[in-house]
Structure formats: structure tokens, C-alpha cells
């Protein structure tokens, strides 16, 4: 680098603090090092907690090389900006200070006392998940679509590790094998992988989505669409399905139990933003499948999941020999890939955030009213603050 360019860089006028993840299942880092000059141009200096990046294979000497500084635990909490994977844990919130600011994948419709922590402790909350998916710019910051894309790859990945039979059809002079069957729930950013991993190892898939326009994107990857004739559409606001009654449920549920027994794989990817994810696949379903069939269920969480019996990050094998894959964070088990995607997503949410070398809030923003949920000593996501009044009698100022 020259010293007129050395001199053309924007002075560090923010700092951004990489910390290790508080969850020592979560493998993923939030910044990897070949982001760390695109921060630097954008004026942004990077604390890094050292070890921060080991479970992903990222070691303090990368970062250092690509500009960043290595620190001692607990040091990257003092930086103006944390950037996490999830939610910071009690002791990381008590070493913050008023006027930080945390982004992360913070889930604050299912947490939403997080952020009323956040807001008492004067903390500006920035949530990936909360981004509007209509808003053609914001594309490049879209963690929860980097994030499901890594997700749905794995799974069938993961489904064709667990069956005991080969994905596709193979002729050899033992004889033939017929290609694996495989069923994926749901036609988003995850589903959508999974079949396509899924055709891709061999496998004939069909896919399933109560939205009548994923027909084209489930046959564009070599899938076929099941119709079912029990649910009218399903389509709901910012490219997610809506809820369904319960009427609509049930109805779904008994349809869906007599062609999931027809499959030895059956993949479930479907998701509520904010509530429990819908009940896809019965007891009485998995109980039809024959035995060394796999289910993996992506949308196991604490909250429940697609799949009857499934528990978020456990593997059951049912009386009947179908195993059940809780597979609640399946992008922290391709650690390497999910980081370098979402260090992408930190940089262009952040690229949108800086300006004039200062973080700017916006809560008029059509991004930032999204993913802004406190600030200033105030929760101010309309969703999240609503979620709080029936435990707090108010919103926390």
C-alpha cells in the first residue's frame, strides 16, 4: 500500500468488538478475517477476543494479518459495536455500557426480555432477524437467508449420512438399488436447499409448501410439488407463510401423515417468525414410516418443532427404527461457511449503519425499523415493546 493510500483511509472512528460466542455449541464467529479491510474502509477498527474465530478455523494470526487487533477475554466488550452469532450472555450484558451497541441474530420476539435488558442498560439492540425481506437493499445484510442456505445443505447432507441405504440409484454387479425418496416441508430459503442437495446426491425429492407460488421454485430444483387439497393458500406478509388455524392445521396434519409414510427421508424447514413452529409430521406419522427412515427436523427449538417427538439438538430412534434429528442450529455445524456468509451480511448492515464515521439510528429507516429493537434506554420495535407490557406493565425507559 502506498502512503497516499495509507492517508486515504478513513480514520477509525468506530470500533467493532468480535468476542468468542457465549454458547460453546455455537462454532460460528461474527466478523471472519477477509472482512476485516472492508471494515477498515469503511473506518471501522476490529477488536478481536483471541480464539474468537477457532471454532471455525479462523486463528488470531489471519486476523492479524488482515489489519484486525487481537484481545484478551472480555476486552472486545469495551468496543463501540459487538457483533455476535446470538445473544450476548448476562455477564458479557454487565460489562456494557450506555451508548454500545450489539447486532446479532437476537431473536427478540421469542426473547423479548433480552431486550428489555438491553434497553435498561442504555444499549442500542440491532437484530438480523428482524430485517424486512422486501426491501431490495437490504438483500446483502440477509443473516437469516446466508444462515437457512448453509442450514438446508446440511440437513440433507446430514439425512443421507443417517440413512442406511445409498441416496441414488446405483446399478452394480450386486444388483440394483432404488434412489432414496425424500419429503422437504417447506419451500423457503432452507427447503429449497435441501431438495436441491438432496436431487443433487442422487435422490428423488418432492417438495411441499402452502404457499401455491413455490410450485415454480420447488420444480426449478428438480423437485416435484405435492399438492394437497386440505389447505387453502398459505401465503403471508414479507415472503413468509402465514399461521394456519387450527381447523387448517389438523387438516394438514392428516393429509401430510398418510404421504410422509411413502418416503425414507422426510426433511421439515418450516417457520413462524416469533411463535411455535407448526406441528407438520404426527406421532401417527412417524409411526407409519418404515423402519431405518430419517426425519430431520430444522425447526426444533425450544419452543418445539414440525416434527412430533423431536428435541432440538437430539437424535431419537422411535420404537418403530425411524430416526428423529432435532436439528435446531445446523449452520454452526459448517462453521467455516456460515461465518464467512454472515461476516458478508455484518458488512453490509454495517456499510448501511456508518456515517461520517459514526454509527447512525434511524428508527425511520425502512431497514432500521426492522432491525433497530432498543435504543437510548427504550425498546422501540413496536413488536417487541407490545410483547413486553403484559409482564412489565410498560415498556422499559
Same mark, same amino acid.
Given at each position: 500500500?502506498?502512503?497516499?493510500?495509507?492517508?486515504?483511509?478513513?480514520?477509525?472512528?468506530?470500533?467493532?468488538?468480535?468476542?468468542?460466542?457465549?454458547? #460453546?455449541? *455455537?462454532?460460528?464467529?461474527?466478523?471472519?478475517?477477509?472482512?476485516? #479491510?472492508?471494515?477498515?474502509?469503511?473506518?471501522?477498527?476490529?477488536?478481536?477476543?483471541?480464539?474468537?474465530?477457532?471454532?471455525?478455523?479462523?486463528?488470531?494470526?489471519?486476523?492479524?494479518?488482515?489489519?484486525?487487533?487481537?484481545?484478551?477475554?472480555?476486552?472486545?466488550?469495551?468496543?463501540?459495536?459487538?457483533?455476535?452469532?446470538?445473544?450476548?450472555?448476562?455477564?458479557?450484558?454487565?460489562?456494557?455500557?450506555?451508548?454500545?451497541?450489539?447486532?446479532?441474530? @437476537?431473536? #427478540?420476539?421469542?426473547?423479548?426480555?433480552?431486550?428489555?435488558?438491553?434497553?435498561?442498560?442504555?444499549?442500542?439492540?440491532?437484530?438480523?432477524?428482524?430485517?424486512?425481506?422486501?426491501?431490495?437493499?437490504?438483500?446483502?445484510?440477509?443473516?437469516?437467508?446466508?444462515?437457512?442456505?448453509?442450514?438446508?445443505?446440511?440437513?440433507?447432507?446430514?439425512?443421507?449420512?443417517?440413512?442406511?441405504?445409498?441416496?441414488?440409484?446405483? =446399478?452394480?454387479?450386486?444388483?440394483?438399488?432404488?434412489?432414496?425418496?425424500?419429503?422437504? @416441508?417447506?419451500?423457503?430459503?432452507?427447503?429449497?436447499?435441501?431438495?436441491?442437495?438432496?436431487?443433487?446426491?442422487?435422490?428423488?425429492?418432492?417438495?411441499?409448501?402452502?404457499?401455491?407460488?413455490?410450485?415454480?421454485? =420447488?420444480?426449478?430444483?428438480?423437485?416435484?410439488?405435492? /399438492?394437497?387439497?386440505?389447505?387453502?393458500?398459505?401465503?403471508?406478509?414479507? &415472503?413468509?407463510?402465514?399461521?394456519?388455524?387450527?381447523?387448517?392445521?389438523?387438516?394438514?396434519?392428516? *393429509?401430510?401423515?398418510? *404421504?410422509?409414510?411413502?418416503?425414507?427421508?422426510?426433511?421439515?424447514?418450516?417457520?413462524?417468525?416469533?411463535?411455535?413452529?407448526?406441528?407438520?409430521?404426527?406421532? *401417527?406419522?412417524?409411526?407409519?414410516?418404515?423402519?431405518?427412515?430419517?426425519?430431520?427436523?430444522?425447526?426444533?427449538?425450544?419452543?418445539?418443532?414440525?416434527?412430533?417427538?423431536?428435541?432440538?439438538?437430539?437424535?431419537?430412534?422411535? /420404537?418403530?427404527?425411524?430416526?428423529?434429528?432435532?436439528?435446531?442450529?445446523?449452520?454452526?455445524?459448517? #462453521?467455516?461457511?456460515?461465518?464467512?456468509?454472515?461476516?458478508?451480511?455484518?458488512?453490509?448492515?454495517?456499510? /448501511?449503519?456508518?456515517?461520517?464515521?459514526?454509527?447512525?439510528?434511524?428508527?425511520?429507516? /425502512?431497514?432500521?425499523? &426492522?432491525?433497530?429493537?432498543?435504543?437510548?434506554?427504550?425498546?422501540?420495535?413496536?413488536?417487541?415493546?407490545?410483547?413486553?407490557?403484559?409482564?412489565?406493565?410498560?415498556?422499559?425507559?
Amino acid at each position: 500500500m502506498t502512503h497516499s493510500e495509507v492517508h486515504s483511509q478513513p480514520q477509525a472512528a468506530v470500533s467493532v468488538g468480535v468476542a468468542r460466542e457465549s454458547d #460453546p455449541r *455455537e462454532l460460528r464467529v461474527a466478523v471472519v478475517p477477509d472482512s476485516v #479491510p472492508a471494515l477498515a474502509r469503511l473506518g471501522v477498527r476490529v477488536l478481536v477476543e483471541s480464539g474468537a474465530g477457532a471454532g471455525a478455523w479462523f486463528p488470531d494470526s489471519a486476523y492479524e494479518q488482515a489489519g484486525a487487533t487481537i484481545v484478551r477475554a472480555g476486552q472486545a466488550s469495551g468496543a463501540d459495536v459487538i457483533a455476535g452469532i446470538g445473544a450476548p450472555a448476562p455477564e458479557q450484558i454487565a460489562r456494557l455500557r450506555a451508548g454500545q451497541a450489539v447486532i446479532g441474530l @437476537l431473536r #427478540p420476539l421469542t426473547r423479548p426480555e433480552l431486550a428489555g435488558r438491553l434497553a435498561a442498560a442504555g444499549v442500542t439492540a440491532i437484530s438480523l432477524d428482524g430485517l424486512p425481506r422486501t426491501v431490495s437493499r437490504a438483500q446483502s445484510m440477509d443473516a437469516l437467508t446466508s444462515q437457512a442456505s448453509v442450514a438446508g445443505y446440511k440437513a440433507a447432507v446430514l439425512a443421507a449420512d443417517h440413512f442406511g441405504r445409498f441416496f441414488p440409484m446405483l =446399478i452394480t454387479a450386486a444388483g440394483t438399488s432404488r434412489p432414496a425418496s425424500v419429503l422437504v @416441508l417447506g419451500a423457503g430459503v432452507a427447503g429449497l436447499q435441501a431438495m436441491g442437495t438432496a436431487r443433487r446426491l442422487g435422490a428423488v425429492v418432492t417438495g411441499y409448501d402452502i404457499r401455491p407460488e413455490t410450485r415454480d421454485q =420447488i420444480e426449478s430444483v428438480g423437485a416435484r410439488f405435492l /399438492e394437497l387439497g386440505s389447505v387453502a393458500s398459505g401465503a403471508g406478509q414479507g &415472503g413468509y407463510a402465514r399461521a394456519l388455524s387450527a381447523d387448517e392445521q389438523a387438516a394438514q396434519q392428516a *393429509e401430510l401423515t398418510a *404421504e410422509v409414510a411413502r418416503f425414507d427421508v422426510v426433511i421439515t424447514t418450516a417457520q413462524v417468525p416469533g411463535r411455535r413452529p407448526p406441528l407438520l409430521v404426527s406421532a *401417527e406419522a412417524v409411526k407409519g414410516m418404515r423402519a431405518g427412515s430419517v426425519v430431520v427436523d430444522l425447526a426444533a427449538s425450544s419452543l418445539g418443532g414440525n416434527v412430533a417427538g423431536s428435541a432440538a439438538d437430539q437424535t431419537v430412534l422411535t /420404537e418403530n427404527g425411524v430416526r428423529v434429528i432435532g436439528a435446531g442450529n445446523l449452520a454452526a455445524q459448517m #462453521p467455516a461457511a456460515a461465518s464467512v456468509a454472515y461476516s458478508h451480511n455484518i458488512v453490509a448492515l454495517l456499510a /448501511e449503519l456508518i456515517r461520517d464515521g459514526a454509527l447512525t439510528i434511524d428508527p425511520a429507516d /425502512e431497514i432500521q425499523a &426492522g432491525v433497530v429493537i432498543t435504543h437510548q434506554g427504550k425498546v422501540i420495535h413496536p413488536q417487541v415493546a407490545a410483547l413486553l407490557q403484559p409482564a412489565t406493565g410498560g415498556v422499559p425507559q
